[in-house]
């Protein structure tokens, strides 16, 4: 396993309460990424990291923030969530493309559901 | 254990056969593609990838091949085996994106028959 551990894996709130989901690596990749999965649409990249405090927005960034401190984490945040962010968060790593592309690497998901 | 897809093609395949999982690509210009294996309740596992100055790649019991001509991807598993029940994912990256970014297809979930 890629040594990336999501936490928590299962999360149950209320609309307009913030949610921060946590992503740890162990490693030392560069880029990190945040994922939506959902019945019908497949993986949905919702932001991206590409260092530490270098972040960017993917397809479906709308209503999430990201923040990356260190190296091995990556935070993903709901300031105020909506039923329509329910859904399984995965985080994914990889390392620099420095001799070609390098695959993703993707944690276990949090399950995540807004009532 | 939960479903990633509602609407998923399925292949099955009874044990020992062969199985072949197709992927159509979208990009001309996509330059690597990924095969994932998701089971049920856990995240997506990386099985084989391609660069696109390759037609075939083998791994063990998996071979990918890359038909660049009419953008198809094929995943083949060997001596198909329960364990390998689970919904398969192509994935590949465009160039001039930043971040090693992938563009993921909508998946097939192999059943495999005892």
């Known amino acids: 396993d890629a040594g990336i551990t999501q936490s928590p894996r299962h999360k149950v709130t209320e609309t307009g309460t913030p949610v921060t989901l946590r992503c740890h690596q162990t490693?030392?990749?560069?880029?990190m990424y945040w994922y939506r999965q959902d019945p019908g649409h497949g993986l949905r990249l919702i932001h991206y990291s590409y260092g530490v405090k270098d972040t960017d927005k993917g397809e479906v960034s709308d209503g999430y923030s990201v923040s990356r401190s260190k190296t091995e984490d990556f935070l993903l945040t709901l300031e105020s969530a909506t039923s329509s962010q329910t859904s399984v968060y995965f985080c994914?790593?990889?390392?620099?493309?420095?001799?070609?592309?390098?695959?993703?690497?993707f944690g276990d998901g949090t399950r995540l559901s807004i009532l | 254990g939960e479903s990633v897809g509602l609407h998923l093609p399925t292949l099955s395949v009874q044990e020992g056969d062969n199985s072949i999982i197709n992927c159509a690509y979208s990009?001309?210009?996509?330059?690597?593609f990924i095969w994932y294996k998701q089971e049920s309740g856990k995240g997506p596992q990386f099985i084989i990838d391609?660069?696109?100055?390759?037609d075939k790649r083998q791994g063990q019991r998996v071979t990918v091949l890359l038909n660049k001509t009419v953008k198809h991807l094929s995943l083949q598993i060997a001596a198909t085996q329960p364990g390998d029940s689970a919904v398969y994912f192509c994935a590949e990256n465009r160039p001039n994106n930043a971040g090693n970014m992938l563009t993921f297809g909508g998946g097939t979930r192999l059943m495999v028959k005892p």
């Open positions: 994914a790593i990889s390392e620099s493309p420095r001799g070609g592309n390098q695959p993703q690497h």
């Open positions: 391609i660069r696109s100055n390759m």
């Open positions: 990009n001309s210009a996509s330059d690597y």
């Open positions: 490693e030392n990749h560069r880029y």
